[in-house]
């Protein structure tokens, strides 16, 4: 059986990046919110597209692929 795909809210994502731009420490924040560093490197690149989204409550961004 396959395992489902996790999805995180855009809300999440913030908390992720800030945590991680606060203690200057992206594997502090994958290990305190207990997903992967590589996701929360990716994040950190594309916060600029997830602030700009207005609806805050969305999964993903539109055109993420």
């Known amino acids: ?3 489902k795909k ?3 809210t855009i809300r999440f994502k913030q908390k992720v990046v800030a945590h991680a731009e606060k203690n200057d ?3 502090e924040a994958a290990r ?3 997903i992967d560093k590589s996701q929360v490197r ?5 916060m ?3 602030i ?4 805050k409550n ?5 055109g993420a692929g």
């Open 1 to 3: 059986k396959t395992k």
């Open 6 to 8: 996790a999805t995180y």
């Open 25 to 27: 420490n992206n594997r």
């Open 32 to 34: 305190f919110y207990n």
């Open 42 to 46: 990716r994040w950190k690149v594309s």
């Open 48 to 50: 600029k597209k997830i």
């Open 52 to 55: 700009a989204n207005v609806n």
């Open 58 to 62: 969305r999964k993903r961004i539109p």
